[in-house]
């Protein structure tokens, strides 16, 4: 996952009025767009759509865009940057939300980001665990945490090798604080995704069945939403579909 300019939680960044609206009636489309995709994706895989939740990647757009999404009904936000999440998350603390963290991340961030995130769904490494554990114990908070699992051969863009999943299942698992909730991945770039997200549920079983509370399977985001679904998927990651292009800065 890259790193994209952080957005601004400024209050004046709210839209009012006519603009307000406007932004909402495009959200709402959207909204019900993917909605209709991961209905579609359901029914060719035989799978009920209650069994997806569609998380909101939010990154580079402002704290007003996330009040749009909860009051439309969308209450599970993702961001991959803590300069940007966590002043977002500040903004909107009056919010019912489920709080991702989703990107890499640095130890020495985990303190910051134990304060406000629900689930970290990029852990992948022993050193990570041991801090988000010192961490939410400080903060006195519980972190449902991910593995992420790499099913790309380049570099840069994180993720635990899948020989090394169990050690890492085992880690979190014993630690205070820390909950395992299962796996995620991110698809090769250009490539099909399909047989990445097949490999991911057979990781995901396989886990499953020496801790069977790790249910998640995050995969897919809004250009491979239905093949990630068809593969198992429990939770899809999407931005663009649903906020539209990416912004180069939020002011």
């Not at 209905?39 to 996330?66: H, I, Q």
């Not at 991340?105 to 769904?121: E, F, G, I």
């Not at 020989?163 to 250009?190: S, T």
Request: proline fraction near 5%; hydrophobic fraction near 45%; charge should be negative.
């Amino acid at each position: 996952m890259t790193d994209t300019p952080a957005a601004s939680a400024d209050p004046a960044s709210v839209p009012s009025g006519g603009a307000a609206a406007e932004r909402r009636a495009e959200l709402a489309a959207n909204l019900a767009d993917v909605r209709a995709r991961i209905a579609a994706a359901c029914a060719a895989a035989g799978r009920d759509p209650g069994e997806v939740t569609l998380v909101a990647v939010t990154k580079t757009f402002p704290a007003s865009d996330v009040r749009l999404l909860a009051g439309l009904g969308l209450t599970e936000v993702a961001e991959n940057r803590d300069q940007e999440a966590a002043p977002k998350a500040e903004a909107t603390r009056d919010l019912p939300l489920t709080w991702h963290f989703v990107g890499q991340l640095q130890t020495n961030k985990a303190r910051s980001v134990a304060r406000y995130a629900d689930v970290v769904q990029s852990v992948d490494r022993s050193r990570l665990v041991t801090a988000l554990a010192g961490a939410a114990a400080r903060e006195e908070r519980t972190l449902r945490c991910l593995i992420q699992v790499s099913l790309d051969e380049r570099e840069g863009r994180g993720g635990a090798e899948p020989r090394d999943v169990p050690r890492l299942a085992e880690e979190i698992a014993a630690a205070d604080r820390l909950e395992l909730g299962g796996v995620m991945a991110v698809a090769p770039l250009g490539a099909d995704p399909g047989p990445a997200f097949t490999r991911l549920a057979g990781i995901a079983a396989d886990l499953r069945a020496a801790h069977p509370a790790a249910t998640t399977v995050s995969a897919g985001m809004s250009g491979d939403l239905e093949q990630a679904i068809e593969c198992g998927a429990t939770h899809v990651r999407v931005g663009t579909a649903l906020l539209g292009g990416r912004r180069a800065i939020v002011r």
